[in-house]
């Protein structure tokens, strides 16, 4: 088989997969988007940041696997990969803490006004009571968990440590067992909306979570409530949370993921006090390294060898 690891990845990661699989394979790495591109031999690809869409499976006549280095796999045309026979998988649960550590660090920054007292003190601006009316604790705050999977499970766990009281919503209810060993209570979507002072998402993106949140959700939500999206672009209408961040209804929100990436500097979520930007790095650290590349290499050895089922696919619907 030929492997292909396109885009980039955290220092060590071919080395490992080509000691994992040389012997038998040829692997390879792809660093620039135009090589990626004019690809046309891979048999397996291994994904990060660059996208496969119906472009890349059609060049790629011999491809029977695509490898989704994390959870989200709204990169890759799963309808088109399944409808030629392409087995699509992800490593989910691997970076969940990561996530979550991230989605806390967000919450906090907003509470506290973490920013904005750094960039008051290069100003040479001792902001000690500058925002001392605009800033809170988690403690005792509803925290509204949309997405209850690995990761929503995580944050709920972090932030019910820090005394915030979890409540969430999903699709599919949480077994009793796993409500009460993290304190969460399932609730429908309109009361999560409506009674959270946090919110906080952790679904995937597809046709049906599209602007998720936009204008009638916001509404809903009481005012003063902030927004933490560390799941994907896409799912908050931004141009909605804006206009209500500016009108006081949302008192703030951090986004790790934007609609379109990367984001312009002169982009009005950049320059506004009330909000805080980062770069999609919510799994994004070298120590998950290890732990994401056991799962993908556990899938791709299985499919390769064909003597059990492939455990991660996440377009069987679509397969034939």
């Not at 699989?21 to 004019?38: G, H, L, P, R, W």
């Not at 996530?99 to 001792?126: C, F, M, P, Y």
């Not at 705050?141 to 999977?149: L, N, T």
């Amino acid at each position: 088989m030929k492997i292909v690891l396109a885009g980039e990845y955290p220092e060590g990661s071919y080395k490992e997969i080509s000691r994992l699989f040389a012997i038998d394979n040829e692997v390879i790495e792809i660093n620039t988007m135009d090589t990626y591109n004019s690809m046309t031999d891979a048999e397996i690809i291994i994904l990060r940041v660059f996208k496969c869409d119906k472009n890349i499976i059609s060049r790629n006549k011999n491809l029977k696997m695509i490898v989704r280095w994390g959870v989200g796999y709204d990169s890759v045309d799963i309808k088109c990969a399944g409808e030629n026979g392409i087995v699509v998988t992800n490593t989910p649960g691997a970076n969940s803490m990561a996530v979550a550590e991230l989605t806390l660090l967000l919450i906090l920054a907003l509470n506290r006004k973490l920013v904005n007292h750094v960039d008051s003190l290069r100003k040479d601006i001792w902001s000690k009571n500058d925002f001392l009316n605009e800033s809170f604790t988690v403690e005792n705050k509803k925290i509204g968990i949309i997405g209850s999977g690995n990761i929503g499970q995580s944050v709920a766990k972090i932030l019910g440590a820090l005394g915030g009281k979890i409540q969430y919503y999903d699709l599919k209810k949480l077994d009793a067992s796993i409500e009460k060993e993290l304190s969460m209570e399932y609730v429908s979507l309109e009361q999560l909306l409506q009674t959270s002072d946090i919110i906080t998402l952790h679904i995937p993106l597809i046709d049906s979570t599209y602007k998720f949140i936009s204008k009638e959700q916001i509404e809903k939500m009481k005012t003063g409530t902030i927004i933490i999206n560390t799941a994907r672009g896409g799912l908050i209408d931004e141009k909605e949370l804006l206009e209500a961040i500016k009108n006081g209804k949302i008192r703030g929100a951090a986004l790790d993921c934007v609609e379109n990436e990367p984001l312009r500097s002169d982009d009005e979520l950049l320059n506004n006090s009330n909000i805080i930007v980062t770069p999609h790095i919510g799994g994004g650290t070298i120590d998950l390294k290890d732990k994401i590349i056991r799962i993908l290499a556990e899938d791709i050895k299985c499919f390769i060898e064909n003597k059990k089922e492939v455990k991660h696919i996440v377009n069987k619907e679509w397969l034939k």
